[in-house]
Structures are given as structure tokens and as C-alpha cells.
């Protein structure tokens, strides 16, 4: 993912990178935008773009040592949140 023109990693990437990189098709991270339950974007100039320390706290929510860890948090699926789901968030 390096930038051939400067040599460095990008610090932002548009829908497809990002879902590439998160590893989930692009319908689902657009779910997720339309939801309000996936990772934090920005709109620059109308296009949509999501920062890559914005995409790894995103998943660092649910980051678990066990299947009994009850401190980690959850991500949520890309669909509308019941009344119960929004107030654990």
C-alpha cells in the first residue's frame, strides 16, 4: 500500500481500500456508513475517505484474549441498531 509518487503509506483511504483492508466486502462497509455503526469517514471534496487509525480503533473495540472476556467491546453488524443495542454502545 505504499504510494509510488511519494514513498510513504496513505493516511487515507476511499471505500474500496478501506474495505479491502479491513477485510469485509465494500456493501458491508457501506452498510455500516449508512448505519452509523462502522468506523469514522470523512467526506473530502464529496468523496468519502476513512483514516487508517480510524479503521484500526474501529477494530480494536472488540479486540478479546477469550471467548469469557467481558470487558471487550462489540462491534456491531451493519444493520439498524435495536433500542437495547444503542444504549450498550
Not at 474495505?19 to 452498510?31: M, V
Not at 462502522?38 to 464529496?46: M, S
Not at 462491534?75 to 433500542?83: D, E, G, N
Request: proline share 9%; glycine share 8%; aromatic share 8%.
Amino acid at each position: 500500500m505504499i504510494d509510488p509518487k511519494t514513498g510513504l503509506p496513505p493516511r487515507f483511504l476511499r471505500t474500496p481500500d478501506a474495505a479491502r483492508f479491513l477485510g469485509i466486502s465494500l456493501r458491508t462497509l457501506e452498510k455500516h456508513r449508512t448505519y452509523g455503526t462502522g468506523p469514522t469517514y470523512r467526506k473530502i471534496g464529496g468523496r468519502v475517505v476513512y483514516a487508517l487509525e480510524d479503521l484500526q480503533a474501529w477494530t480494536a473495540v472488540a479486540a478479546r484474549k477469550s471467548t469469557t472476556d467481558q470487558d471487550a467491546g462489540r462491534v456491531f453488524p451493519a444493520r439498524p441498531l435495536t433500542p437495547a443495542e444503542r444504549g450498550a454502545r
